[in-house]
């Protein structure tokens, strides 16, 4: 056998047994156990000893003895996260006062009690501190750390009255990955800063509205009931996933429910359904509104858009499909009744070269006809001109003889006076 191939079945051997030992260790320091409630919220006053208790089971079918110790904590990043600290002997610790350990039998429930002693001077604020419950007795390392091995616990909030909700607020609203989207679901997120002593807890709603006004969402702005912690910044993260989605009133609609992380890259026709299936279009414009504190209020708004670009695309490819498949059938048709025409054309040609001469003496008749007309209407005109130039004619003669007449009449008038006048000049004739 090659060495190379020795020296790779021991590495895997190895790797075997490391393998084993870790997952033996790890069952083996299991704790085993539950408590509830897994944080409390506890208002207190200076000077003042409050008592309290945890519920402590074993969920195994052996004995198990738990050691109690206790950290203080505080935020760590933006997820709203616990960091603990070192146990110091002092803070929120060193007030706790329990039994350090406890011995529950199989299948055991206990009510553990616990005792937290403020002191005199400590101001106003919120306190935090952990009760851990580990199944190995506390070993004390360097540097005063300690650790008890494999472990759970409770978180304690304490709150000593008098001081105010400062330096708190929304400092940023929008949408993770952008303004531009596909598909839901999308990821809506604002940060909230609480720069004083108390702990802050938001709450509100986050409404959501297409391009017309019609609100199509709304949103819990704090589902989680998340605290932000003093002298931190937390991120709040709210899930859109579909229209008509309202998980402040629970008034969830009945569509189905695309199950998919926000985000989640999908191929072209999965893309394709999940838009069918919740479809979304155009701009959104989403209002933040949180209250905290003693009536205080803030309100953030951002707009984003969803383009569902596979599926237009999909239905613009059908579009110009469809346009092509009709321009096509209407060229056929066309073509189809262009010969048509050309058919009957030719026929009707066929049919009237034949009859060529009739329609020439028809032509001749109808032009004798208009010429006979022409010439009847001629005579009767002639005739009309000879009756006017008889009737003028006669209108002459008679003009004449009036003229002659009256010339006789003139005359033998004349005549007489002439003879008058004769008299009248030789009277003795």
Avoid at 83 to 96: Q, R, V
Avoid at 221 to 241: E, H, Y
Avoid at 253 to 277: C, H, N, R, W, Y
């Amino acid at each position: 056998m090659p060495k190379s191939v020795k020296k790779y079945n021991k590495l895997l051997l190895v790797l075997g047994v490391v393998l084993f030992s870790l997952v033996s260790f790890s069952l083996k320091n299991r704790a085993y156990a539950l408590t509830q409630p897994t944080k409390v919220e506890i208002d207190g006053e200076p000077g003042k000893v409050l008592t309290g208790t945890l519920e402590l089971y074993n969920e195994q079918e052996q004995e198990i003895t738990f050691y109690l110790s206790y950290q203080n904590f505080e935020a760590r990043g933006e997820g709203g996260s616990p960091s603990f600290l070192d146990y110091d002997g002092t803070g929120l610790a060193s007030w706790i006062k329990t039994a350090q350990s406890v011995t529950l039998k199989p299948k055991e429930r206990i009510e553990f009690p616990y005792e937290i002693q403020i002191p005199q001077d400590m101001e106003p604020g919120t306190y935090l501190a952990a009760i851990f419950f580990g199944n190995t007795p506390p070993q004390a390392m360097e540097g005063g750390q300690v650790t008890i091995g494999t472990k759970l616990g409770t978180l304690l909030f304490l709150n000593l009255p008098g001081a105010k909700v400062e330096g708190a607020g929304v400092t940023e609203f929008s949408t993770e990955g952008g303004n531009f989207f596909s598909y839901l679901p999308l990821n809506l997120f604002y940060r909230f800063s609480n720069n004083g002593a108390l702990k802050v807890m938001p709450f509100g709603s986050i409404d959501i509205k297409c391009l017309f006004g019609r609100t199509v969402g709304t949103l819990d702005a704090n589902i989680s009931k998340g605290n932000v912690l003093p002298n931190s910044v937390r991120k709040f993260v709210i899930t859109w996933d579909r229209l008509k989605q309202d998980n402040v009133n629970e008034k969830e609609d009945k569509t189905e429910e695309v199950k998919m992380e926000p985000g989640q890259k999908l191929s072209f026709f999965d893309a394709v359904k999940v838009q069918i299936k919740n479809f979304t279009f155009g701009k959104y414009t989403a209002t933040l509104n949180v209250n905290y504190g003693d009536n205080l209020s803030a309100t953030k708004e951002t707009s984003f858009w969803v383009i569902p670009w596979q599926l237009l695309s999909l239905v613009i490819a059908a579009l110009v499909l469809i346009i092509m498949i009709f321009r096509g059938m209407m060229k056929r048709h066309n073509k189809k009744l262009i010969e048509m025409v050309k058919k009957e054309a030719l026929t009707s040609q066929q049919v009237t070269i034949a009859p060529t001469e009739s329609i020439v003496k028809e032509e001749k008749k109808t032009r004798e006809k208009v010429k006979k007309e022409v010439k009847e209407e001629v005579e009767e005109i002639k005739e009309t001109a000879e009756d006017l130039k008889e009737n003028v004619e006669e209108i002459k003669e008679e003009v004449e003889e009036k003229i002659e007449e009256k010339t006789e009449e003139e005359k033998v008038d004349n005549d007489s006076e002439t003879e008058e006048k004769l008299t009248a000049l030789n009277p003795k004739e």
